[in-house]
């Protein structure tokens, strides 16, 4: 699993996603549907907090979990100002404990493709089902096998008047990992440029391994369409988002409703 240490400073002005404002709309759209009432909400592999901030300013009480320390300071300092700001936890996904049930979990921008074992998302999931009270929603997107794989042998390049980011993807058809080669130029006070090299890796999960990983972690009603929409993925799809609930307590296995999308 890949951390950012370098490229966290940079990552807000060179990389986000930057239409943090809709995916919260549409998690706080997801969250007032939610079977259960949703005060508390876990966001699992935060990044640089934008997601947890904004939740939280909306009025949910957010804990915000992330593997790369880098991030939560860049998080961290980000929620300074906040009536009631995330409280921001250090961990892995795959070992996640908190002392208390979320109502509701989500996970934004592909952080569960950072896992690239099975064993780590299945262990992922079932943690997520413990820290989920019953009937809880979760939430998540992922990069698709169709982006990922779009991406061999590509170059992209991000700058700013202080930075300047170089990246050389490359997708393993054997493994189903997308290697992210990463060179970060930073200037300086001075004037001079300091240069770092990270390397990360995302996995290429297929829609059959969520719905088996996620039934076999107790959830039930999996929902998967494209990005930010309610209608089915198309072949050409760069994201999905997943929808599920973790099943209500006295729910056995065989009476699990069908999944669809």
């Known amino acids: 699993m890949s951390t950012y240490g370098a490229l966290a400073g940079a990552y807000d002005a060179l990389l986000a996603d930057g239409d943090y404002l809709r995916r919260v709309r549409a998690i ?61 936890l250090c961990q892995s996904m795959p070992r996640l404990r908190l002392t208390e049930q979320a109502d509701a979990v989500v996970s934004t921008l592909d952080s569960l493709n950072y896992l690239t074992k099975a064993s780590d998302l299945r262990e992922t999931f079932r943690r997520v089902g413990r820290y989920l009270r019953p009937g809880g929603l979760f939430l998540f997107d992922v990069n698709t096998p169709y982006k990922l794989r779009r991406m061999d042998r590509q170059m992209y390049m991000d700058e700013t008047e202080e930075s300047y ?43 059959a391994e969520l719905r088996q990983f996620l039934a076999e972690a107790g959830f ?33 296995r065989g009476r699990r409703k069908r999944s669809g999308t």
Not at 35 to 60: M, N, S
């Open 165 to 207: 980011c170089v990246w050389q993807t490359f997708f393993s058809e054997r493994t189903h990992i997308c290697t992210y080669q990463v060179d970060l130029f930073r200037q300086r006070r001075d004037g001079a440029w300091e240069r770092n090299f990270e390397e990360h890796r995302e996995r290429a999960w297929t829609e």
């Open 28 to 88: 706080g759209k997801a969250l007032r549907k939610s079977p259960i009432p949703v005060e508390h909400v876990l966001d699992l592999g935060c990044g640089t907090g934008t997601i947890a901030c904004l939740l939280a300013a909306e009025g949910y009480r957010v804990t915000a979990t992330d593997l790369s320390q880098e991030m939560l300071t860049e998080a961290a300092g980000k929620a300074m100002g906040l009536e009631r700001p995330p409280f921001f």
């Open 220 to 252: 039930e009603d999996i929902h998967i369409t494209g990005d930010l929409t309610s209608r089915p993925p198309r072949a050409e799809e760069d994201r999905w988002n997943i929808r599920c609930c973790r099943a209500a307590e006295g729910t056995t």
